[in-house]
């Protein structure tokens, strides 16, 4: 097993965000998170790489416990990659800094090979061209690649996605879910949080369905959307279809 | 004497500014605490008193400093001050998400400051420091009041010698200061049209 959460729990003030959440990845394994907004799926992922504390529960990557206080919360980031809705790509360095950066100051890896496996990675995701471009001179869409990029070049046993596309214009989702699901079929290993039900069906091992800080139902994807268990997900499969139309 | 001055105030007043700045913004509490009253005190006392406290205050003691080193320290002590605080804003103007993504990768406290944080501030606050120096630079003539030779005071001795000489040597010593402040601002300004980030920002 290469992740595993058991009993997550998270609380904001008054408002418990996660209430008990439990699940696992094994490697190699392409899992997605759906839902209604505020329920949680993005405290879930930030709570995974300890950007956000968890109030209890515990978690392993592989059989280290990333929980544990005595765990170097920094190399264990160094091997999780996170995405973010918003690519918060460091806006004072060009693509190629960007990527390298990790492997250089993190990593401790020479100008020279950094500079080599960063451009590796930008031609992995289509954009080899523009190494020189700062994130201000990029699309949405070429800055969340670059941003990807970055996550890949630390080699990490997996990657967190948060909601990767949401904030970008339509036009421009499909080259990020494009890459997204190149990186799933060469056997990397990803926890994603999306609003893209396409793209569900069609990459997922498996989906889980939460709501309000639990997990309600979770299996492939043929169960949740053709046969849920759960008339919660039901009803929000349905509200997400009728909302962004049926062929996605 | 007044570049000199001038060099040794800023240069002190940057390294101390960028430090109280972090400590401000990043430090545990009780070192935050430290320097909001570090900046509230030196912000708060005339310069021209600061300057006769530094100069008076250690000979006090037995401890004689020159006058020039006196000026510096408590010119210097008074920028940094006001250069924390254009650290600060600086610092604080950064999206959170630069910070986030930088702790994500592996990134430490430090490192993230250091590589992620303090070049986006310092860039930032490129105009706000501009200000500060053509502030600072004039203040380098109150150095004259605790006996530092610099460029007012000859300006006096001239005076004080040959009287029809008064006016020009002040209009001289005007000029110069024109002349400073111009060549000043024009390497600033010429430092953000370098690190201007492509894209990013509207053009001067």
């Known amino acids: 097993m290469l992740l595993r959460v058991v009993d997550l729990h998270k609380r904001y003030g008054r408002e418990e965000v996660l209430k008990g959440v439990s699940f696992f990845l094994e490697k190699g394994e392409t899992k997605v998170i759906i839902g209604p907004s505020g329920t949680g799926k993005s405290t879930l992922l930030r709570c995974i790489n300890r950007l956000t504390e968890p109030d209890r529960g515990r978690i392993w990557l592989e059989d280290v416990e990333i929980t544990s206080p005595k765990v170097n919360i920094n190399r264990i980031r160094a091997q999780i990659g996170f995405v973010f809705q918003d690519f918060n790509l460091f806006t004072h360095l060009t693509a190629l800094d960007n990527v390298r950066l990790g492997l250089m100051r993190v990593k401790g890896m020479g100008k020279k090979e950094a500079t080599a496996r960063a451009l590796q990675e930008l031609a992995r995701v289509g954009l080899a061209d523009k190494a020189k471009a700062y994130p201000a001179e990029l699309s949405g869409g070429q800055q969340q690649r670059v941003s990807i990029a970055r996550a890949l070049a630390m080699d990490p046993k997996l990657i967190l996605f948060d909601e990767p596309t949401s904030a970008l214009d339509p036009e421009l989702i499909g080259e990020v879910l494009a890459v997204m699901e190149d990186l799933a079929k060469s056997g990397m290993t990803m926890l994603v949080v999306t609003h893209e039900m396409g793209f569900a069906r069609s990459v997922a091992d498996e989906i889980i369905f939460m709501e309000k800080g639990v997990i309600l139902e979770q299996g492939p994807p043929e169960q949740i959307f053709y046969s849920p268990k759960h008339p919660r997900t039901a009803e929000f499969l349905r509200r997400i279809t009728d909302l962004y139309g049926g062929n996605r | 004497m007044n570049l000199a001055l001038l060099g040794g105030l800023l240069g002190l007043g940057f390294v101390l500014g960028v430090l109280i700045a972090i400590l401000e913004v990043y430090g545990p509490k009780i070192l935050r605490l430290c320097a909001s ?64 993504a930088a702790r994500a990768l592996g990134l430490s406290r430090l490192g993230t400051i250091r590589h992620i944080l303090l070049p986006q501030a310092l860039r930032l606050s490129l105009a706000g420091w501009g200000n500060e120096f053509a502030v600072v630079l004039k203040d380098t003539t109150l150095a004259y009041a605790i006996g530092v030779v610099e460029v007012m005071r000859q300006a006096r001795y001239i005076a004080s010698r040959n009287f029809p000489l008064t006016l020009p040597a002040y209009i001289l010593v005007a000029l110069l200061f024109l002349a400073a402040t111009y060549f000043g601002l024009f390497v600033i300004g010429k430092l953000e049209e370098r690190l201007r980030i492509p894209g990013l920002e509207a053009r001067r």
């Open chain 2, 37 to 100: 009253v570090y900046t509230w005190v030196f912000r708060s006392i005339p310069e021209i008193l600061l300057l006769l406290l530094v100069w008076f205050g250690p000979s006090q003691f037995g401890v004689q400093i020159s006058p020039f080193f006196a000026a510096v320290l408590a010119l210097g002590l008074r920028s940094s001050a006001y250069q924390a605080e254009i650290f600060r804003g600086a610092l604080q103007s950064i999206p959170s998400g630069q910070t986030l």
